[in-house]
């Protein structure tokens, strides 16, 4: 009887069940896990991988249309970049109120109206783009199309660019309205020209916004540039205005 007890308890449903359920509860564990990973890597093989870019970024506020300017070089990057696929971000701070601007292609643009030779042109897009990635090779006063931000790709040496209104006979012509602009007649002031979004803006604020004649040198100015296809923030800054 001693040994037919002992034998019960042995290989009876006490001594099994445990060790079988345990089991159980593991492989369905490894499925569970299994099937979540497999989801998770479908999620992150679809959305598109960003690039990466390092840039050297100069704001200057001089007061005058011809010594200040926002340019943006581009240093280093994974692959070229077209800025039809970018955002510029710039925020900062000045007097207890925040300054956030976005140039997005298409969107936010500059309106200036320029002399040529032979025609007005109307100038939208800034910052404006210079050197490799931008098919004019422009040294000057922006003037193609293709130098709009939106209509260039970023390679290495990429300069974007943009600059304040200046006087007639300088960088940009007013027209009839004669001589207007950034710091003609006042020093980190505007003569004769009103801010009006998409209307009457130039390369200056297009970038900064409304009121960027405020920063003054030792300010900061964050900027950011996000790559839409992936919403990943690829460069992200504080400059020091100079």
């Not at 701070?93 to 956030?100: L, P, R, S």
């Not at 003609?184 to 009103?194: A, K, L, P, R, W």
Request: hydrophobic share 35%.
């Amino acid at each position: 009887m001693h040994y037919l007890k002992r034998r019960t308890r042995k290989n009876g449903e006490d001594g099994v069940s445990p060790v079988v359920g345990v089991m159980l509860m593991l492989v369905v564990m490894i499925i569970i896990a299994a099937v979540v990973s497999g989801f998770a890597g479908s999620l992150v093989s679809g959305k598109e991988k960003s690039p990466s870019i390092s840039m050297d970024v100069t704001i200057k506020n001089a007061g005058s249309f011809s010594n200040s300017y926002f340019e943006a070089k581009v240093l280093s990057l994974s692959e070229p970049i077209p800025t039809s696929n970018l955002k510029l971000v710039t925020t900062w701070a000045k007097d207890g109120t925040t300054h956030v601007t976005s140039v997005v292609p298409g969107d936010s643009v500059c309106n200036w109206s320029i002399k040529l030779q032979n025609a007005d042109r109307l100038l939208k897009g800034s910052p404006w783009g210079y050197g490799p990635g931008v098919n004019s090779m422009n040294s000057g006063i922006p003037s193609e199309l293709d130098q709009e931000f939106g209509n260039y790709t970023l390679y290495g040496g990429t300069l974007m660019y943009a600059l304040p209104e200046g006087q007639q006979g300088g960088y940009i012509d007013a027209g009839s309205k004669g001589s207007q602009g950034y710091g003609i007649e006042t020093s980190f002031t505007y003569t004769n020209m009103t801010f009006a979004a998409q209307s009457q803006t130039d390369g200056m604020q297009t970038v900064l916004g409304e009121g960027w004649q405020a920063l003054r040198t030792g300010d900061i100015v964050n900027v950011k540039l996000v790559h839409t296809p992936s919403g990943s923030t690829i460069f992200n800054k504080n400059v020091v205005v100079s």
